[in-house]
């Protein structure tokens, strides 16, 4: 999962920075970019704080499902 993790927020990373450098990046997107790192953290701390057997995994997954999300949606994303 943190190999994945990696792949996916480097790939996410490298689409909005092209989107920033081509002045293509919407409103839209920069609040996604904070909004969604909130809701990651908040539901780390959660997984935190409820009893698991995977604790890391469960404190990774809400980073992981966001990051993977991202390059998904970005990859189809048509390009200028």
Do not use: F
């Amino acid at each position: 999962m943190l190999a994945e993790l990696a792949i996916a927020s480097w790939q996410t990373v490298a689409y909005r920075m092209g989107m920033i450098a081509r002045g293509t990046c919407s409103a839209a997107e920069y609040q996604r970019m904070a909004t969604e790192k909130l809701l990651a953290a908040q539901r780390s701390v959660l997984a935190a704080m409820l009893p698991s057997r995977n604790r890391d995994l469960a404190l990774l997954a809400p980073w992981h499902r966001a990051a993977s999300a991202n390059a998904k949606r970005l990859r189809r994303r048509k390009r200028p």
